[in-house]
């Protein structure tokens, strides 16, 4: 397995999972259940750590967060960096024979 496949992996991985804590969010805002929401620092945190793909497409599909001015320009800059930070990871590791 490549260092390339790895990464893929893990990115996929966490996406998935910020996709659904954003759906599961979306319903529990919707139901009123009583139950506890995702807090909004813990989107950001898993779009900080690779996972902003999953947090943006979460918003759009389940129309969540999207009329908070933070989450319209913070989710996409965190795409850009999650991007340029795998780019740079795959660079350095890339190089390195395991």
């Not at 999207?66 to 795409?79: A, C, H, N, S, V």
């Amino acid at each position: 397995m490549t260092t390339l496949h790895v990464l893929i992996g893990i990115f996929a991985t966490i996406n998935a999972f910020s996709f659904l804590l954003v759906a599961r969010d979306k319903r529990r805002s919707i139901r009123g259940s009583g139950k506890t929401r995702t807090p909004e620092g813990k989107l950001f945190f898993l779009a900080a750590i690779y996972g902003a793909l999953g947090v943006y497409l979460g918003m759009l599909a389940f129309r969540h967060k999207t009329k908070k001015w933070y989450f319209q320009i913070g989710i996409p800059l965190l795409i850009l960096q999650n991007l340029a930070t795998l780019y740079a990871v795959y660079v350095v590791l890339g190089t390195q024979q395991f």
